[in-house]
């Protein structure tokens, strides 16, 4: 990532440790040298101090205060002498009291630098005798002593020279350990803000299967467990969004179907009432004119009205069941029942219309075959299969009814010998109103709509059904649950 944060936390810690160790080595190099002349300056003016009220007070001799200076010196490092008027001393902590003394004695460097009646002084000279330069303090007492207070001018300045290496060697140090730490403590500090920021991206994709792991001991945390819940509840409402708008989609398409069949409907019955409509008003119409003279002709017209009003109260009744299928406002009632039995009633029912139309009907099944169905529908489906093969019975005029025994179900088998379906009538052949041989349509009183109505029963009942070519014929079977 361009601007990482890990990067930013990483080079702002390296720039602040960086700085600090530059702007303490910059203070140690420019100020330590003063600091620690100001400190020497506050260790000479205390031993000053404690010499003047010492011989204030006619201490000097005083082995006590002797040893107090001593620790004194010791812990300031610096060296004291004391002289009286005869230049004898009178107190001495140093290790080159000579020197000292003879500086004290040396009546014409005293004039000139050190010895006067102000308020004694800081100088930083060379000293004559070792060449060494000192920080010192020199004058009188009060009661007229000559004093020498001094330091090591060079052990400060060595001092501050090894303090500024010693300085830079920790500070480099430091910032090489710094940075190894800055980069861990950066990694694991954006480490969850990074988790968070992958976490968002695949939810930006629709991709609510991350989850970040918590353990709920900061704000990160805590933003964590919020995203966690953020992402459950996107998840369930683009689901249920989803689920709404595919039900939307159903209902549209369900209402554009609804539409389609509405317009369909209005106009195949349009159609199939016009002609017997047109028939019965025209006959009706004869009749009431008087154009019939004879008693045959009369009850011709008559039989015509009759029939025709029978095809249209046909057609009224097949269209109420398959509307009552197609929307399910009559519920199923399941029930066991002998298939068997109900075949035989069947093909007893129209015995009659076989005799007249010349149809052998073969059927061999005896024993009883129980399944699981509504027996009124399944009854409807045998039926409408027995009018179509009546009404398409050609040929030798054969009607074979067969059962094949599966292991949970039955398929029940409707035979007619005749001309076989067109492959592309195949698949019309149970739409409303369908009629493969249209020619024919009338002479046979099919309304077109009984296989649309099987269609709908065995959709019903979420069963097989179907219809196949034979080389004499066509088959349409059915199936039943025996279970």
Same mark, same amino acid.
């Given at each position: 990532?361009?601007?990482?944060?890990?990067?930013?936390?990483?080079?702002?810690?390296?720039?602040?440790? @960086?700085?600090?160790?530059?702007?303490?080595?910059?203070?140690?190099?420019?100020?330590?040298?003063?600091? #620690?002349?100001? +400190?020497?300056?506050?260790?000479?003016?205390?031993? #000053?101090?404690?010499?003047?009220?010492?011989?204030?007070?006619?201490?000097?001799?005083?082995?006590?205060?002797?040893?107090?200076?001593?620790?004194?010196?010791?812990?300031?490092?610096?060296?004291?002498?004391?002289?009286?008027?005869?230049?004898?001393?009178? @107190?001495?902590?140093?290790?080159?009291?000579?020197?000292?003394?003879?500086?004290?004695?040396? +009546?014409?460097?005293?004039?000139?630098?050190?010895?006067?009646?102000?308020?004694?002084?800081?100088?930083?000279?060379?000293?004559?005798?070792?060449?060494?330069?000192?920080?010192?303090?020199?004058?009188?007492?009060?009661?007229?002593?000559?004093?020498?207070?001094?330091?090591?001018? !060079?052990?400060?300045?060595?001092? !501050?020279?090894?303090?500024?290496?010693?300085?830079? #060697?920790?500070?480099?140090? *430091?910032?090489?350990? *710094?940075?190894?730490?800055?980069?861990?403590?950066?990694?694991?500090? %954006?480490?969850?803000? !990074?988790?968070?920021?992958?976490?968002?991206?695949?939810?930006?994709?629709?991709?609510?299967?991350?989850?970040?792991?918590?353990?709920? /001991?900061?704000? !990160?945390?805590?933003?964590?467990?919020?995203?966690?819940?953020?992402?459950?509840?996107?998840?369930? %409402?683009?689901?249920?969004?989803?689920?709404?708008?595919?039900?939307?989609?159903?209902?549209?398409?369900?209402?554009?179907?609804?539409?389609?069949?509405?317009?369909?409907?209005?106009?195949?019955?349009?159609?199939?009432?016009?002609?017997?409509? @047109?028939?019965?008003?025209?006959?009706?119409?004869?009749?009431?004119? *008087?154009?019939?003279?004879? $008693? /045959?002709?009369?009850?011709?017209?008559?039989?015509?009205?009759?029939?025709?009003?029978?095809?249209?109260?046909?057609?009224?009744?097949?269209?109420?069941?398959?509307?009552?299928?197609?929307?399910?406002?009559?519920?199923?009632?399941? $029930?066991?029942?002998?298939?068997?039995?109900?075949?035989?009633?069947?093909?007893?029912?129209?015995?009659?219309?076989?005799?007249?139309?010349?149809?052998?009907?073969?059927?061999?099944?005896?024993?009883?075959?129980?399944?699981?169905?509504?027996? &009124?529908?399944?009854?409807?489906?045998?039926?409408?299969?027995?009018?179509?093969?009546?009404?398409?019975?050609?040929?030798?005029?054969?009607?074979?009814?067969?059962?094949?025994?599966?292991?949970?179900?039955?398929?029940?088998?409707? #035979?007619?010998?005749?001309?076989?379906?067109?492959?592309?009538?195949?698949?019309?052949?149970?739409?409303? &109103?369908?009629?493969?041989?249209?020619?024919?349509?009338?002479?046979?009183?099919?309304? *077109?709509?009984?296989?649309?109505?099987?269609? @709908?029963?065995?959709?019903?009942?979420?069963?097989?059904?179907?219809?196949?070519?034979?080389?004499?014929?066509?088959?349409?079977?059915?199936?039943?649950?025996?279970?």
């Amino acid at each position: 990532m361009k601007h990482s944060i890990k990067k930013q936390i990483t080079y702002i810690f390296l720039i602040i440790l @960086a700085g600090t160790v530059l702007s303490c080595m910059l203070a140690n190099l420019f100020f330590l040298k003063s600091y #620690y002349l100001l +400190n020497k300056r506050r260790n000479i003016n205390e031993a #000053y101090s404690v010499l003047n009220e010492a011989s204030r007070q006619g201490l000097l001799m005083d082995s006590s205060f002797h040893e107090r200076l001593r620790v004194l010196c010791e812990v300031s490092d610096i060296s004291v002498v004391v002289l009286d008027n005869d230049s004898n001393i009178i @107190a001495s902590i140093s290790s080159d009291d000579t020197n000292l003394v003879r500086q004290l004695s040396d +009546n014409e460097l005293i004039s000139q630098l050190y010895y006067t009646d102000e308020e004694p002084s800081f100088q930083i000279i060379r000293d004559l005798y070792s060449g060494n330069k000192y920080l010192q303090m020199c004058g009188v007492l009060y009661n007229n002593e000559k004093f020498l207070i001094r330091c090591a001018y !060079v052990a400060v300045e060595d001092s !501050v020279l090894i303090a500024n290496k010693f300085l830079f #060697y920790v500070g480099l140090i *430091g910032l090489i350990i *710094g940075c190894g730490l800055t980069v861990v403590i950066a990694d694991r500090i %954006t480490k969850p803000i !990074v988790r968070l920021t992958e976490i968002s991206t695949q939810m930006a994709n629709l991709d609510f299967n991350a989850k970040y792991e918590s353990s709920g /001991e900061n704000e !990160v945390d805590v933003l964590g467990e919020n995203i966690n819940m953020l992402s459950d509840k996107l998840e369930e %409402t683009i689901s249920e969004l989803k689920t709404a708008n595919s039900e939307l989609l159903k209902d549209i398409e369900k209402r554009d179907k609804i539409e389609d069949m509405r317009q369909e409907f209005i106009s195949n019955v349009s159609h199939e009432l016009k002609t017997p409509i @047109a028939l019965i008003q025209s006959y009706s119409e004869g009749l009431k004119e *008087g154009i019939i003279d004879d $008693e /045959e002709s009369r009850d011709y017209y008559l039989d015509v009205i009759i029939d025709e009003s029978n095809r249209m109260n046909l057609l009224v009744k097949d269209l109420m069941s398959l509307s009552e299928l197609e929307f399910g406002n009559k519920p199923l009632e399941i $029930e066991r029942f002998d298939i068997v039995e109900l075949l035989k009633n069947k093909i007893a029912a129209s015995g009659i219309i076989f005799k007249q139309n010349d149809i052998k009907l073969e059927f061999e099944e005896k024993d009883p075959l129980f399944v699981w169905s509504d027996e &009124f529908r399944t009854e409807e489906v045998i039926q409408n299969y027995l009018s179509n093969a009546i009404h398409y019975c050609m040929n030798e005029k054969i009607i074979k009814i067969f059962i094949e025994k599966k292991d949970e179900t039955v398929r029940i088998n409707v #035979y007619n010998s005749g001309n076989p379906i067109k492959e592309e009538d195949m698949q019309y052949i149970w739409d409303k &109103f369908y009629k493969a041989d249209k020619a024919r349509s009338r002479d046979y009183g099919g309304s *077109g709509i009984g296989l649309s109505i099987v269609k @709908a029963i065995m959709t019903s009942f979420d069963m097989d059904y179907g219809c196949s070519n034979t080389d004499d014929g066509v088959i349409f079977y059915f199936e039943l649950p025996i279970k």
